[in-house]
């Protein structure tokens, strides 16, 4: 199963932008898809996830300002964000786990990253 991030770039302080990661390949369920980041000299870190049945999870430091969505007829993850700040610039990477085929053969997949600059 393949990862494809887009949709970074350079956005000033107080900006929005929205990420977004096409799943293909052998899917046969998807059943969590995430954001994570990493910053310069960093780890990374967990940004915000999405469960099948729609729950999420975001990290303290986005609550109120991003929001992570799903389209599943399109195996598609977004990543919304607003009033961005400096602090998050990073690389930001998705990642999803679920299953390949009905024979329950699982996969776990990273995209490739793309990155966000968030400066004046």
């Known amino acids: 199963v393949q990862l494809q991030a887009s949709g970074g770039g350079l956005v000033q302080p107080g900006g929005s932008l929205r990420l977004s990661c096409a799943a293909s390949?052998?899917?046969?369920?998807?059943?969590?898809m995430a954001w994570y980041r990493q910053a310069p000299g960093k780890q990374r870190e967990l940004v915000a996830a999405?469960?099948?049945?729609?729950?999420?999870k975001y990290a303290d430091s986005v609550k109120g300002r991003f929001t992570i969505s799903r389209d599943n007829a399109k195996n598609t993850l977004y990543l919304q964000m607003n009033s961005l700040k400096p602090e998050d610039t990073a690389v930001y990477y998705c990642?999803?786990?679920?299953?390949?085929?009905?024979?329950?053969?699982?996969?776990?997949?990273w995209g490739q990253g793309t990155q966000l600059t968030v400066s004046s």
């Open positions: 999405i469960i099948s049945g729609g729950s999420t």
């Open positions: 990642s999803a786990v679920g299953l390949k085929n009905s024979d329950y053969d699982r996969f776990g997949s």
């Open positions: 390949g052998s899917i046969f369920e998807i059943n969590a």
